[in-house]
């Protein structure tokens, strides 16, 4: 689990400290706000205290919903500072007990790739497909970047290919085909002088860096913040100051469908909208001692609750109900147009 956010633009630090305080604040989200914290703590440099977070959630008296998510993803930390025995340990021990959540055994596969053991990383990736996938129905989308994995790592073992190879194909969206995207000779274009292959391998990076997040084992949406019509009612009538930001219901609904239509139009991936309440809003405000009537509190807010896994993803489908809670559809709704 990776923040899909350059470094350059987050105090890691700062944001890990404040997820971890969070958690402290809200238990029984412990362990989505702590995951978020130690890939923050990744990020910045300190792995030992990530794993000390990993440890603290797997020491937890609580039932995790995904301990073998925390698992994995210790093992890959672990490795990273040098303590590979105990990674691959860990990762021995995920393989026996063959967890069915497709997300563990992306990250200890791509664990085993990194490190360049590409054969151990096959056998991982074949084991999961074995485990998860059916013949003759289609593959669940969490269970893609298995099939995307795999079919990497057979090509850099120059495989030939096979049914779940083919299977990868059929599901893969980008306009960069699986086969040319994964060939490993295609490095040495990085260093021709020919625009028109610079150009070409432009295109592919494009399109690997829209397969890595979407490959995302646990992606954190970027999440647009939706209040329900009482609730902002009450809002407002509490802090009016806040009117300002929400001029009218129909106005905050047309709002979030235009701004997640044109993040979606720049590119922008996993999207998704939460929804918040008045008094946990202010238990939030209270935890970031400020003033609800800050409306630059609003965006932080939708951000922890969808760290929190309070994140519906958008669009639904246009037979689904709509996001927005009127009862139709979604094509016959937002969706419209």
């Known amino acids: ?13 700062a944001e890990a400290a404040r997820l971890e305080r969070t958690a402290d604040l809200y238990p029984e989200d412990a362990e989505a706000l702590l995951l978020r914290a130690a890939a923050h703590r990744e990020l910045s440099g ?34 990273e500072y040098g303590h590979e025995a105990e990674a691959r340990a860990i990762i021995t021990g995920i393989r026996t007990a063959a967890p069915r959540d497709p997300a563990p055994w992306v990250i200890v596969a791509e664990a085993l790739e990194s490190h ?33 994995g795999r079919h990497r790592v057979r090509r850099m073992l120059g495989a030939a290919h096979d049914e779940w190879d083919a299977l990868a194909d059929t599901v893969h969206s980008l306009p960069i085909t699986l086969d040319e995207l994964h060939d490993p000779k295609r490095v040495w274009s990085l260093g021709s002088e020919n625009p028109a292959e610079l ?20 992606p954190f949406p970027v999440a647009v913040l939706h209040w329900p019509a009482g609730e ?26 235009a701004a997640l239509r044109e993040l979606a139009s720049s590119g922008t991936a996993n999207l998704g909208i ?12 209270a935890s970031e001692l400020s003033s609800p009537a800050d409306p630059t509190l609003l965006p932080q807010y939708a951000t922890t609750l969808a760290a929190r896994g309070r994140a519906v993803a958008w669009p639904p489908e246009r037979s689904a109900p709509c996001w927005c809670g009127s009862g139709r559809t979604y094509g ?5 147009g």
């Open 116 to 148: 360049d053991e590409l054969e151990q990383a096959h056998e991982t990736f074949t084991q999961a497909v074995h485990l998860l996938l059916r013949d003759g129905t289609a593959p669940p989308r969490p269970t893609h970047p298995l099939l995307f």
């Open 232 to 257: 902002l009612a009450e809002l407002t009538e509490a802090y009016p100051d806040l009117a300002r930001e929400y001029p009218s219901y129909d106005a905050h609904l047309a709002t979030i469908e």
């Open 1 to 13: 689990m990776r923040p899909d956010t350059p470094a350059e633009n987050v105090d890691h630090t």
């Open 46 to 79: 300190d792995r030992p205290a990530a794993t000390a977070l990993y440890d603290r959630l797997l020491a937890s008296d609580a039932a995790l919903d995904q301990p073998y998510l925390v698992r994995a993803l210790k093992a890959s930390n672990l490795w």
């Open 199 to 218: 150009e070409a391998e432009i295109v592919r990076l494009r399109a690997e860096l829209g397969a890595f997040r979407e490959a995302l084992s646990r």
């Open 274 to 285: 939460v929804t918040g309440t008045v008094p946990s809003y202010e238990a939030f405000a």
């Open 332 to 336: 016959d709704c937002h969706g419209a």
